[in-house]
């Protein structure tokens, strides 16, 4: 399949927890880890988060370097949670946000639209159709993505086996099982089937370590 180099960009504690139970995730790591994860995005020709993140986050996703451009913003989200009244769509004339979704026609629809928010009807089968948005996006001329978010999001990649690598950055804080995890359900039933990596760098930042892997071909 034709698509984009895919890269995973992780912020979690020791037990892989990307927020507290209530949602609380400011800040799990340090901000030279938070610095470096902004280089990422500059890196990336686009960025895309699920939309309980764009939802519960209300997030930029912008470098916040200067003389940097921006990535793409990339919303996978099914049923059109996107508010018009979102940071994403408030900027969207200055920075492109593209949302793939089941919905394309409808007053929320209409709304983004006159904010400057691309839609892109996407087939569904319960969630977004990643293996199609991601030919979507290779067509538009985009190689490298950049995910961030969440941990639905993120396992649904994995399960596309379309993460090529991890960028994980880790803080030396523990919060419990009962804190959300930054993988979701990979449904395995033989340890066999497990995606593995090669880490290929490892360096201190600051409190956190930072951590690159690799896809085993």
Known sequence: MARPQVT????????????????????????KARAEGRKLR???????????????DNPQLTTRIEGQANPIRVIFDTKLR???KSNLALTAKETPVWVFSEVATGDVADALKERGVRLIKTPVNL????????????????SSLLVEG??????SFFKLN???????????????????GSIGDLN??????????????????????????????
């Not at 500059?42 to 764009?54: L, M, Y």
């Not at 969440?150 to 396992?155: H, K, R, Y």
């Not at 379309?162 to 959300?180: H, K, Q, T």
């Not at 395995?188 to 930072?210: P, S, V």
Request: charged share 25%; hydrophobic share 45%.
């Open 82 to 84: 996107l508010s018009p």
């Open 162 to 180: 379309a993460i090529d690598i991890i960028e994980w950055f880790r803080a030396p804080i523990i919060l419990g099982g009962d804190s959300r």
């Open 127 to 142: 969630r977004i159709d990643l293996e199609a948005a991601l030919k979507v996006l290779h067509g538009n001329g985009v």
């Open 42 to 56: 500059a890196q990336h020709e686009a960025i895309a988060i699920g939309a309980n993140t764009a939802v519960l």
């Open 188 to 217: 395995l039933t033989d340890i066999n089937l497990a995606k593995r990596f090669n880490r290929i760098e490892i360096r201190d930042l600051g409190d956190d370590i930072h951590e690159r892997y690799e896809r085993i071909i």
């Open 150 to 155: 969440g941990g639905t999001l993120a396992a």
């Open 8 to 31: 995973l960009k992780l912020a979690t504690s020791l037990d892989g927890k990307i927020a507290l139970a209530n949602g609380m995730s400011e800040w799990i790591t340090g901000e």
